[in-house]
């Protein structure tokens, strides 16, 4: 059995460039098909619920303070490497910073900084329901670690003091 029969066709069955035709055309269907379709695949395999984490930065100094109060940053979505993230600033809040001073007489004891204070940022996102290492960007979540909260216009370390999944 020839490859090419007598009359230009592939095993005698289709002609070559109606093949790459119908493949192409195939190709393009599947890629819209996924572009559309591709999001309620997901979310029935694996639903998104709500996650809620709070990061904290520590003894926050006056200029930064003011800084974060001018750029209004609630709303503003996170940033990872130059990708915009599907998580967003949806809280800010000031705490006292609490140090700890020596007494004349020696003691320890907590005092509250006149000047610095901490600065808690709430943040929203979606992830897998069940996942066991949620994410945002490459980082991830779970309290305690460090996190590097970056917008567009801000960029600071902090420590994540809470994490919680909606189940």
């Not at 289709?14 to 996924?34: E, F, K, M, S, T």
């Not at 779970?142 to 919680?164: C, D, H, N, P």
């Amino acid at each position: 059995m020839k490859l090419v029969n007598e009359k230009g066709k592939l095993f005698g069955l289709i002609n070559p460039v109606d093949l790459i035709i119908l493949l192409v055309v195939i190709v393009v269907v599947a890629a819209i098909g996924v572009r559309l379709l591709g999001s309620q695949v997901a979310d029935k395999v694996a639903p998104q619920v709500t996650l809620t984490a709070e990061v904290v930065i520590i003894g926050t100094p006056p200029r930064i303070q003011d800084e974060i109060a001018r750029q209004d940053l609630i709303g503003q979505r996170i940033v990872a490497g130059n990708e915009y993230m599907p998580a967003t600033i949806t809280g800010i809040k000031t705490e006292p910073y609490i140090v700890q001073a020596f007494t004349d007489d020696g003691r320890i004891v907590d005092a509250v900084d006149p000047s610095k204070h901490d600065v808690v940022f709430t943040i929203e996102t979606k992830v897998a329901k069940g996942t066991p290492s949620p994410k945002i960007g490459s980082q991830e979540l779970r309290a305690g670690k460090t996190f590097i909260l970056k917008t567009q216009t801000f960029e600071s370390i902090g420590t994540i003091r809470y994490v919680q999944i909606d189940e």
